[in-house]
């Protein structure tokens, strides 16, 4: 594994960011030896894995994630290792089913009304379609049955989603979370409890898919109901793996890898990671005010404190050249990894890059709108118009008709 230090938090970000600007971080065998500083300061441990996967040229990752080495100099194993041993372990997977067909389990245990399983899906379709009308209008490129196994999985994670954020929220308990995790497994083995499971379990019968990123997911929601606060981002970046990289990873084998791709398994992966996990830290950057109204900071105290900002200033709603300063820094590290997930997206399946590509530009727009209201995220919710969304539209289109990067590299090179 390539790794590199760099100063951790805000400042170290913004320093990390230069470098990378200038091109200085490479993939290496080896450390770098650590440059005297004027006073002390804590220290990092950033993996440069990701940039290493693949056929592309070493590469600067999108991975800041902290705390490799604890105050008392023991080495601790960082999220980013965490999540990167569930990837290596969902590519694995991928790659052994792949060679031998999935045999598995339809849902019997259930009774279906008459329609069945069309029904099911139908339901799903119209779910995702009401929720997510851009992502929606994207599948209608995939094959039929890789539409609506995506469908199936996003129900199901939107459901687990209102668990925690639904309008019976405040009902839910742990005990509740631990039910659902059990009715997830049922799903798995074919036993249903609904419709909705129905089509789930259905598509997991056709498919490669792995029960962890699910019960990653059920994870996340668990953090939701006994943390309000994260001290730094390595905890804020396993967050956002549970919350939302997981559902990159359920994905990946539905979505499937375009047959001419050279790309590895485990580094579709990694991008499919990365997109989830840029999703997640523009959600949290955009609802920074609706939040703090239900008294939780989703961002990390050290890099908070290091700009000489609390949770006191982000109750207080006001707009000061501290937050703009660290808004900027936070909304870097989002395009980060956004860049990271773009690598990835062209080596999917062409029928399946459309609504990845709409997802990707359309959500790294509300970036943009950030900024546009002058890092004004309490009070003003950042958005993309309508009109903005149809623009997207052809653009990502336009970039799924492109030849995987990892064949365009190839070609490149001979």
């Known amino acids: 594994m390539a790794i ?105 245990d259930m009774e279906m009304p008459r329609t069945g399983l069309k029904e099911a899906y139908h339901r799903c379709g119209d779910i995702c379609e009401e929720y997510a009308k851009t992502f929606y209008l994207g ?32 009902y839910i308990t742990p005990t509740a979370l631990d039910r659902w995790e059990k009715r997830l497994e049922d799903l798995f083995a074919g036993r249903p409890y609904d419709m909705l499971d129905a089509a789930l379990s259905d598509t997991i019968s056709r498919f490669p898919i792995d029960i962890q990123p699910f019960r990653d997911m059920i994870e996340g929601m668990r953090s939701d109901l006994k943390k309000a606060r994260y001290k730094n981002f390595d905890e804020l970046y396993m967050y956002c793996y549970y919350v939302a990289g997981t559902v990159g990873l359920m994905s990946v084998p539905v979505m499937g890898i375009a047959p001419e791709s050279k790309a590895t398994t485990e580094s579709v992966y990694s991008a499919a990671l990365a997109l989830g996990i840029a999703n997640q830290l523009t959600n949290i950057l955009r609802d920074v005010g609706e939040d703090a109204r239900r ?24 707009v000061t050249n501290r937050w703009r300063k660290f808004m900027k820094q936070q909304i870097t590290r989002a395009r980060m990894f956004f860049e990271e997930a773009e690598r990835g997206v062209t080596e999917l399946s062409q029928a399946s890059r459309w609504p990845v590509w709409a997802s990707l530009l359309l959500y790294r727009q509300i970036l943009d709108e950030i900024e546009a209201n002058d890092y004004n995220n309490f009070t003003k919710r950042a958005y993309v118009g309508k009109g903005k969304k149809l623009l997207a539209l052809p653009v990502a289109y336009g970039k799924s008709l492109l030849l995987p990067c990892s064949l365009r590299n190839s070609q490149n090179q001979n």
């Open 139 to 170: 599948t209608l490129l995939m094959t039929e049955e890789r539409r609506r196994a995506i469908w199936a999985i996003y129900v199901w994670c939107r459901r687990t989603d209102e668990l925690v954020d639904g309008p019976n929220a405040n």
């Open 4 to 108: 590199i230090l760099v100063r951790a938090a805000s400042p170290g970000l913004s320093d990390a960011v230069r470098d990378i600007h200038h091109g200085s971080l490479q993939c290496s065998p080896s450390l770098p030896k650590r440059r005297p500083v004027p006073s002390p300061r804590r220290w990092m441990l950033c993996s440069l894995r990701y940039a290493c996967l693949g056929l592309d040229p070493p590469r600067t990752s999108a991975v800041y994630s902290s705390l490799a080495v604890n105050p008392a100099g023991e080495a601790v194993v960082s999220s980013e290792q965490k999540v990167y041993d569930v990837v290596l372990k969902q590519a694995a997977l991928l790659k052994r089913q792949l060679r031998t067909p999935v045999i598995g389990v339809r849902p019997q």
């Open 295 to 318: 008294g939780r900071v989703y961002l990390p105290q050290d890099e908070l404190a290091q700009a000489g900002l609390s949770d006191e200033d982000i109750f207080r709603g006001v």
